[in-house]
Protein backbone atom coordinates (compact mmCIF):
# COMPACT_ATOMS: atom_id res chain seq x y z
CA UNK A 1 0.00 0.00 0.00
CA UNK A 2 0.84 3.40 -0.22
CA UNK A 3 3.13 4.76 2.77
CA UNK A 4 3.50 8.22 3.47
CA UNK A 5 6.44 9.28 6.17
CA UNK A 6 6.99 12.46 7.95
CA UNK A 7 9.70 13.95 9.98
CA UNK A 8 9.96 14.09 12.71
CA UNK A 9 7.19 13.04 14.87
CA UNK A 10 7.85 15.18 17.50
CA UNK A 11 9.31 18.57 17.99
CA UNK A 12 9.68 21.14 20.84
CA UNK A 13 11.29 24.67 19.92
CA UNK A 14 11.54 27.60 21.62
CA UNK A 15 9.46 31.14 20.76
CA UNK A 16 10.90 32.76 17.92
CA UNK A 17 12.78 29.95 16.15
CA UNK A 18 11.82 28.52 12.98
CA UNK A 19 11.08 24.44 12.66
CA UNK A 20 10.67 22.07 9.51
CA UNK A 21 8.77 19.38 8.98
CA UNK A 22 9.20 17.12 6.13
CA UNK A 23 6.70 15.13 4.42
CA UNK A 24 7.25 11.72 2.05
CA UNK A 25 5.68 9.42 -0.44
CA UNK A 26 7.36 6.49 0.49
CA UNK A 27 6.70 4.32 -2.85
CA UNK A 28 4.64 6.40 -5.27
CA UNK A 29 4.78 9.65 -6.53
CA UNK A 30 2.44 12.31 -4.99
CA UNK A 31 1.79 15.09 -7.73
CA UNK A 32 -0.74 16.78 -4.74
CA UNK A 33 0.58 17.13 -1.16
CA UNK A 34 -1.94 18.62 1.41
CA UNK A 35 -0.98 20.02 4.97
CA UNK A 36 -3.44 19.83 8.04
CA UNK A 37 -3.44 21.01 11.51
CA UNK A 38 -5.22 19.42 14.09
CA UNK A 39 -5.92 20.63 17.67
CA UNK A 40 -6.50 18.09 20.34
CA UNK A 41 -10.42 16.93 19.96
CA UNK A 42 -11.05 18.55 16.62
CA UNK A 43 -10.70 17.54 13.38
CA UNK A 44 -8.13 18.17 10.84
CA UNK A 45 -8.68 22.21 9.07
CA UNK A 46 -6.79 22.01 5.78
CA UNK A 47 -4.05 24.41 5.39
CA UNK A 48 -2.62 24.34 2.04
CA UNK A 49 -2.42 22.51 -0.77
CA UNK A 50 0.78 21.74 -2.63
CA UNK A 51 1.83 20.71 -6.49
CA UNK A 52 4.82 19.36 -7.18
CA UNK A 53 7.18 22.49 -9.03
CA UNK A 54 4.26 25.31 -8.41
CA UNK A 55 3.17 27.20 -5.20
CA UNK A 56 1.12 25.98 -2.97
CA UNK A 57 -2.42 27.33 -2.73
CA UNK A 58 -3.25 28.56 1.37
CA UNK A 59 -6.90 28.11 3.09
CA UNK A 60 -8.76 31.23 3.68
CA UNK A 61 -6.75 32.39 7.08
CA UNK A 62 -3.50 30.62 6.62
CA UNK A 63 -0.38 32.96 6.91
CA UNK A 64 1.66 31.83 3.99
CA UNK A 65 4.17 33.93 4.88
CA UNK A 66 4.48 31.91 8.12
CA UNK A 67 3.87 28.31 6.96
CA UNK A 68 5.99 27.90 4.10
CA UNK A 69 5.35 25.02 2.09
CA UNK A 70 7.73 23.47 -0.84
CA UNK A 71 6.88 20.53 -2.82
CA UNK A 72 10.51 20.53 -4.81
CA UNK A 73 9.73 16.62 -5.78
CA UNK A 74 7.38 14.49 -6.48
CA UNK A 75 7.99 12.40 -3.39
CA UNK A 76 8.88 15.37 -1.00
CA UNK A 77 7.04 18.56 0.86
CA UNK A 78 8.21 20.18 3.50
CA UNK A 79 6.31 22.92 5.90
CA UNK A 80 8.44 25.42 7.76
CA UNK A 81 7.25 27.10 11.01
CA UNK A 82 8.89 30.41 10.83
CA UNK A 83 9.41 32.69 13.89
CA UNK A 84 6.81 30.14 15.72
CA UNK A 85 4.80 30.83 18.98
CA UNK A 86 3.59 28.75 21.66
CA UNK A 87 -0.13 29.36 19.83
CA UNK A 88 1.36 27.32 16.87
CA UNK A 89 1.93 24.38 19.32
CA UNK A 90 -0.26 21.82 17.20
CA UNK A 91 -0.52 17.91 15.18
CA UNK A 92 0.72 18.75 11.49
CA UNK A 93 -0.67 15.96 9.56
CA UNK A 94 0.55 15.75 5.57
CA UNK A 95 -1.27 13.61 2.66
CA UNK A 96 -0.63 13.09 -0.41
CA UNK A 97 -2.00 11.87 -3.68
CA UNK A 98 -1.13 10.42 -6.90
CA UNK A 99 -3.41 12.11 -9.18
CA UNK A 100 -4.28 10.84 -12.27
CA UNK A 101 -8.26 10.70 -10.82
CA UNK A 102 -7.21 8.75 -7.78
CA UNK A 103 -9.72 10.03 -5.15
CA UNK A 104 -7.50 8.91 -2.13
CA UNK A 105 -5.35 10.61 0.26
CA UNK A 106 -2.67 8.77 2.02
CA UNK A 107 -1.47 10.27 5.38
CA UNK A 108 1.33 10.61 7.31
CA UNK A 109 1.51 9.68 11.11
CA UNK A 110 1.65 13.42 12.21
CA UNK A 111 3.84 15.72 13.54
CA UNK A 112 3.77 16.97 17.00
CA UNK A 113 5.03 20.98 17.58
CA UNK A 114 5.58 22.28 20.82
CA UNK A 115 6.50 25.81 21.35
CA UNK A 116 8.13 27.04 24.59
CA UNK B 1 -23.09 26.19 10.21
CA UNK B 2 -20.25 23.55 9.36
CA UNK B 3 -20.42 21.96 6.05
CA UNK B 4 -20.42 18.56 7.71
CA UNK B 5 -21.26 17.96 10.90
CA UNK B 6 -20.83 14.90 13.36
CA UNK B 7 -21.46 14.19 16.84
CA UNK B 8 -18.16 14.53 18.80
CA UNK B 9 -19.00 11.63 21.41
CA UNK B 10 -17.85 9.59 23.21
CA UNK B 11 -19.71 6.58 22.06
CA UNK B 12 -19.21 3.88 24.30
CA UNK B 13 -20.09 0.47 23.65
CA UNK B 14 -19.81 -3.23 25.14
CA UNK B 15 -17.12 -5.60 23.35
CA UNK B 16 -19.70 -7.18 20.12
CA UNK B 17 -22.20 -4.52 19.51
CA UNK B 18 -22.40 -2.66 16.79
CA UNK B 19 -21.00 1.03 16.47
CA UNK B 20 -23.61 2.88 14.18
CA UNK B 21 -21.49 6.65 13.07
CA UNK B 22 -23.01 9.22 11.12
CA UNK B 23 -22.40 12.46 9.69
CA UNK B 24 -24.89 15.28 7.52
CA UNK B 25 -23.71 17.58 5.06
CA UNK B 26 -25.07 20.67 3.82
CA UNK B 27 -23.14 20.55 0.51
CA UNK B 28 -24.96 19.02 -2.53
CA UNK B 29 -21.89 19.04 -4.70
CA UNK B 30 -20.27 16.18 -2.30
CA UNK B 31 -19.68 13.40 -4.54
CA UNK B 32 -17.12 11.07 -2.65
CA UNK B 33 -17.55 10.14 0.84
CA UNK B 34 -15.36 8.56 3.48
CA UNK B 35 -14.66 7.35 6.60
CA UNK B 36 -10.84 7.69 7.82
CA UNK B 37 -9.92 5.80 11.82
CA UNK B 38 -7.85 7.55 13.44
CA UNK B 39 -5.65 6.54 16.72
CA UNK B 40 -4.55 8.91 19.29
CA UNK B 41 -1.68 10.89 17.95
CA UNK B 42 -1.42 9.17 14.64
CA UNK B 43 -2.67 10.11 10.66
CA UNK B 44 -5.88 8.90 9.72
CA UNK B 45 -6.25 5.68 8.11
CA UNK B 46 -8.41 5.43 5.69
CA UNK B 47 -11.62 2.76 6.29
CA UNK B 48 -13.98 3.17 3.57
CA UNK B 49 -15.50 5.02 0.65
CA UNK B 50 -18.27 5.52 -1.60
CA UNK B 51 -19.20 7.08 -4.35
CA UNK B 52 -22.76 9.16 -4.46
CA UNK B 53 -25.68 7.13 -3.03
CA UNK B 54 -25.63 3.65 -1.92
CA UNK B 55 -24.61 0.75 0.35
CA UNK B 56 -20.77 -0.54 0.61
CA UNK B 57 -19.64 -3.50 2.87
CA UNK B 58 -15.92 -4.34 3.46
CA UNK B 59 -15.63 -7.42 6.44
CA UNK B 60 -16.99 -5.39 9.83
CA UNK B 61 -17.45 -2.62 7.92
CA UNK B 62 -20.81 -1.12 5.94
CA UNK B 63 -20.69 2.07 4.72
CA UNK B 64 -24.18 4.14 3.87
CA UNK B 65 -24.68 6.88 1.76
CA UNK B 66 -28.37 8.88 1.31
CA UNK B 67 -27.50 11.71 -0.55
CA UNK B 68 -31.50 12.37 -0.57
CA UNK B 69 -30.64 13.28 2.67
CA UNK B 70 -27.69 14.22 3.04
CA UNK B 71 -26.80 11.96 5.47
CA UNK B 72 -23.98 9.18 5.28
CA UNK B 73 -23.44 6.57 7.98
CA UNK B 74 -20.68 4.03 8.78
CA UNK B 75 -21.94 0.91 10.97
CA UNK B 76 -19.05 -1.82 12.87
CA UNK B 77 -20.13 -5.03 13.53
CA UNK B 78 -19.01 -7.53 15.93
CA UNK B 79 -16.70 -4.77 17.38
CA UNK B 80 -13.63 -5.26 19.49
CA UNK B 81 -11.37 -3.08 22.20
CA UNK B 82 -9.22 -2.70 19.31
CA UNK B 83 -11.75 -0.65 17.26
CA UNK B 84 -11.77 2.17 19.78
CA UNK B 85 -10.42 5.19 18.17
CA UNK B 86 -12.08 8.29 16.46
CA UNK B 87 -13.75 8.38 13.62
CA UNK B 88 -13.52 11.13 10.96
CA UNK B 89 -15.96 11.37 8.11
CA UNK B 90 -14.86 13.21 5.00
CA UNK B 91 -16.12 14.43 1.72
CA UNK B 92 -15.46 16.01 -1.37
CA UNK B 93 -16.44 17.48 -4.91
CA UNK B 94 -16.52 15.52 -7.98
CA UNK B 95 -14.19 18.35 -9.65
CA UNK B 96 -10.83 18.72 -7.42
CA UNK B 97 -9.20 16.89 -4.81
CA UNK B 98 -10.14 19.15 -1.44
CA UNK B 99 -11.55 16.65 1.31
CA UNK B 100 -13.96 18.19 3.62
CA UNK B 101 -13.88 16.18 7.28
CA UNK B 102 -16.36 16.08 9.81
CA UNK B 103 -15.25 16.60 13.20
CA UNK B 104 -14.88 13.21 14.24
CA UNK B 105 -16.68 10.71 16.39
CA UNK B 106 -14.53 9.12 19.58
CA UNK B 107 -15.18 5.24 20.23
CA UNK B 108 -14.77 3.08 22.71
CA UNK B 109 -15.75 -0.14 22.58
CA UNK B 110 -15.41 -1.65 25.99
CA UNK B 111 -13.76 -5.30 27.23
Known amino acids: GAVVSQHPSRVICKSGTSVKIECRSL??????MFWYRQFPKQSLMLMAT?????????EQGVEKDKFLINHASLTLSTLTVTSAHPEDSSFYIC????????????FGPGTRLTVT | QKEVEQDPGPLSVPEGAIVSLNCTYS??????FMWYRQYSRKGPELLMYTYSSGNKEDGRFTAQVDKSSKYISLFIRDSQPSDSATYLC???????????FGGGTRVLVKP
Open chain 1, 27 to 32: DFQATT
Open chain 2, 90 to 100: AMREAAGNKLT
Open chain 1, 95 to 106: SANSGRGSYEQY
Open chain 2, 27 to 32: NSAFQY
Open chain 1, 50 to 58: SNEGSKATY
